[in-house]
């Protein structure tokens, strides 16, 4: 398995705004805005693809970093050549998956929970996983004033994302292995879970009607700095200290029609991640910059500093985990067993690899074939 450096490691660090992330990583909102920045102008090379343009989604998320800094630095542009790109935010997954396959989006990056619904709903139909992007970043964070010990959750009202995303996924199962009872669909049982929008969260954490949230980066850190503390960071809970939060997905319409410009972007996302370890400090002033041209406010340095050091850059989709999610989300009754098989094609990211002198990634078996 191949993974870019952990951004922890990186001491001169000292990030969701995301997921969608923005969850915020995996969505909230269902709302798309255009996005007219310079990258839509950066593509002035000589090369010359198969499409004038690309349709890029992803969310104004930390879990999103490369997204982010891949457009605001013009590095996935400067793969594409004469090729524009044409970026697109969301705050939902279920939104971008909407867009994706009503062929207003070509390539997206999001949570694996909207992937895989998104590929079980549309009968294998409409996306593959074509990269990873980002690992980690996701806490447990409540009032230190309710909340002592991770026992004492039971009984509370903790706030996730939105139901069936990722983090209401791992939360639920979190709660499963406690042997508590909970139902699904309401959220209601030995713990409240209560489905609140990122944007939200914040908020209601201040006025007390929540009592903690299972959320991405950068809400986690918000909350910190709003007196909360961090019960538990989801990283500690995977063997290898590493599960997916975001991938890069693609329309397999515009996979087939335009591998060229598939290739493109990823050995531009590839070139992303690496600056993203070689130049923490200006990655993650790239990020916030980026997050306050989305958003109109960059993130507090009390904010971005530990949400940054908790995310890891990765071009591995770390495809073990997503089956791992996949199978907590049918264990907790949200889903039916899904036929996964197909849902990666990492051919032309393990060709960006090899051309890059990197090791080649797996799929896990759920390769297309």
Not at 264 to 293: F, H, M, Q
Not at 303 to 310: C, E, G, L, Q, R
């Amino acid at each position: 398995m191949s993974a870019a450096r952990p951004l922890t490691i990186l001491r001169a660090i000292a990030v969701t705004a995301t997921l969608p992330v923005l969850l915020t990583a995996c969505g909230y909102g269902s709302e798309a805005k255009k996005d007219d920045n310079k990258a839509n102008a950066a593509a002035t090379g000589e090369k010359k693809l198969s499409a004038t343009e690309v349709r890029i989604g992803y969310f104004p998320n930390l879990t999103h970093a490369t997204a982010l800094v891949g457009i605001q630095e013009g590095l996935i542009a400067k793969e594409l050549g004469s090729t524009a790109i044409k970026p697109q935010t969301f705050n939902a997954g279920p939104s971008e998956i909407e867009a994706l396959n009503g062929g207003s989006l070509d390539i997206g990056f999001i949570g694996p929970s909207p992937a895989i619904n998104g590929y079980v709903k549309s009968k294998s139909t409409n996306l593959r996983i074509v990269s990873g992007s980002a690992s980690g970043g996701v806490k447990l964070v409540v009032n230190p004033d309710k909340i002592k010990t991770l026992d004492d959750i039971k009984g509370k009202k903790i706030a996730t994302p939105q139901k069936g995303n990722t983090q209401d996924v791992a939360f639920l199962n979190w709660i499963g292995e406690k042997g508590w009872k909970v139902d699904p669909e309401s959220g209601k049982g030995d713990v409240s879970v209560v489905r609140t929008d990122n944007k939200v969260t914040p908020d209601a954490f201040k006025q007390g009607s929540i009592d903690g949230a299972w959320v991405p980066e950068p809400t986690a850190s918000k909350l910190v700095a709003d007196g909360g503390s961090v019960l538990l960071d989801e990283t500690d809970l995977w063997p290898d200290k590493k599960f997916v939060i975001t991938n890069v997905i693609v329309s397999q319409k515009f996979l087939k029609e335009h591998p060229d410009v598939v290739e493109a972007v990823l050995r531009g996302t590839v070139k992303t991640n690496d600056w993203i370890n070689a130049n923490p400090d200006k990655a993650k002033a790239s990020a916030n910059a980026k997050l306050e041209a989305e958003g109109g406010k960059p993130l507090d340095a009390k904010v971005i500093d530990p949400a940054w050091k908790s995310i890891l850059v990765t071009d591995d989709p770390l495809a073990s985990t997503l089956k791992t999610e996949s199978e907590w989300a049918v264990k907790a009754k949200l889903i039916e067993q899904p036929d996964l098989a197909g849902i990666y094609d990492l051919t032309l990211l393990n060709k960006v690899l090899k051309a890059a002198g990197k090791p080649e990634v797996s799929d896990g078996g759920l390769g297309a074939k």
